[in-house]
């Protein structure tokens, strides 16, 4: 029976495991880390005794890939469902705003969602609509050159209108400033939310913990077949004959029982057991930080699940109750900040947008996520490589392989799949 190793247990990993599990293919897992998954991961707060976030996860109807895995591994209940599209929004005055699509016949429910979202006047408004109802009819040529800025400057979205929506999506989806962005990747963002039918637009929370909502089922899935799963066990070399991986060896072990393998870790690990030259791949990747801002509060005012904040330095509020998770999004000149710094930019922040006061604060956590994503510039749309390499029985996974997304859960558990079915392709023509 062919045998497949993989490496790493982001959701790239557990997406191709999980796959080849259930395909009764056997996989051997190996994870570095005593925890598992990747950048998607949950942990007790050894103060309050809250479990959070490393950082925050917001998955949409249109992630078809993610959904998919999700129900391969039985968690669909572990998440929160909206039934049509509804996003709140913060200013400055401590004024609320929100697009909310009513129940009306897809696409006229989005559109009127816009159309009622009042921190626009009316020309704005028009403006917006008539820049989504000309997606269908760009062609992705006339893309390639530009970066997200130029392209909202070229469909004449003014400074209000960018600032009351489109950096909100902009800077949560791709983690970069519009500048560095490619507009073709935004444009498939824009495709995949606004023309994929009402439940695309819709945004899908999870109800727990990363690790109790998605984690924790896929690897319990694993399990299930004849396949392990072994943690704190770094890999650190690679043995090639006859462009074939013929053994692997870690930290701990010698693995040789395996006729494939595929790789679901960052390219920047990657690199340290084999070469990009030794792989085919030009690639070359610079990486974006996001800050997770967790504080603790004696009294909650805000009543939604999230928010989005108009024009701040913070790009979103997720309500845990007894405790809130500010996200800062293109945070590389944040990273080297101290917690007193971030957590007094939080503060200022949060007093003129909301009614949390800084004597309501009990206490915070900051989370830096350096490497927490790569910047989809217009670069990356040519150096992503494929699933396959030069090797001829390793494959790659990750969100930074050419899945056409950016640096998201969906762009991993793409990856995942591409890399599975490369697998038992090989095998069925073996």
């Not at 005055?93 to 009513?102: G, L, N, R, T, V």
């Amino acid at each position: 029976m062919k045998r497949c190793l993989v490496i790493g247990s982001g959701i790239a990993g557990l997406t191709a495991a999980s796959i080849l599990s259930s395909k009764k293919i056997p996989v051997t897992l190996i994870e570095s880390s005593p925890k598992f998954g990747g950048r998607t991961y949950s942990f007790k707060d050894s103060k309050s005794g809250d479990i959070i976030d490393n950082g925050q996860h917001i998955l949409m109807g249109c992630y078809d890939e993610t959904l998919s895995f999700i129900k391969l591994i039985g968690a669909e209940n572990n998440f929160l469902y909206q039934k049509n599209l509804g996003i709140n929004f913060l200013s400055k005055e401590k004024e609320e705003y929100s697009i909310k699509a009513p129940n009306f016949f897809y696409p006229l429910n989005l559109l009127l969602s816009v159309y009622n979202y009042d921190t626009l006047n009316l020309t704005e408004k028009f403006k917006f609509i008539g820049f989504l109802l000309k997606l269908p009819f760009i062609s992705k040529k006339s893309l390639v050159n530009l970066t997200v800025r130029e392209w909202l400057e070229d469909g004449n979205q003014d400074e209000n209108l960018v600032k009351s929506f489109w950096e909100i999506l902009y800077v949560g989806a791709l983690n970069t400033s519009p500048d560095n962005a490619s507009a073709v990747i935004f444009y498939e963002i824009l495709l995949r939310i606004f023309f994929k039918g009402n439940f695309a637009s819709t945004i899908i929370l999870p109800k727990y913990g990363l690790s109790e909502s998605i984690i924790n089922p896929a690897i319990s899935f694993i399990k299930k077949y004849d396949s392990e799963i072994i943690s704190s066990d770094t890999v650190k070399k690679i043995i090639i004959e006859d462009e074939r991986i013929v053994e692997v060896k870690s930290e701990q072990s010698i693995y040789k029982n395996f006729d494939y393998i595929i790789s679901a870790i960052p390219l920047y690990a990657l690199e340290k057991i084999i070469s990009k030259e030794s792989l085919g791949i030009k690639t070359d990747l610079s990486y974006s930080t996001i800050l997770n801002i967790q504080i603790w509060l004696k009294e909650n005012p805000l009543k939604e699940k999230f928010y989005g904040l108009i024009d701040s330095q913070l790009h979103w509020i997720f309500n845990k109750g007894s405790h809130i998770n500010v996200v800062v999004s293109n945070a590389n000149n944040y990273s080297e900040k101290t917690d007193q710094e971030i957590i007094e930019l939080a503060i200022n922040e949060l007093e003129k947008y909301t009614y949390i006061k800084r004597e309501l604060i009990i206490n915070y956590r900051i989370i830096k996520e350096k490497r927490a994503t790569f910047i989809p510039d217009k670069n990356s749309l040519y150096d992503r490589p494929n699933s396959r390499t030069k090797i001829k029985n390793l494959f790659l996974a990750g969100d930074w392989t050419d899945t056409g997304l950016p640096s998201t859960i969906e762009s991993a558990a793409k990856s995942g799949r591409i890399a599975a079915e490369n697998v038992m392709n090989e095998i069925i023509n073996y």
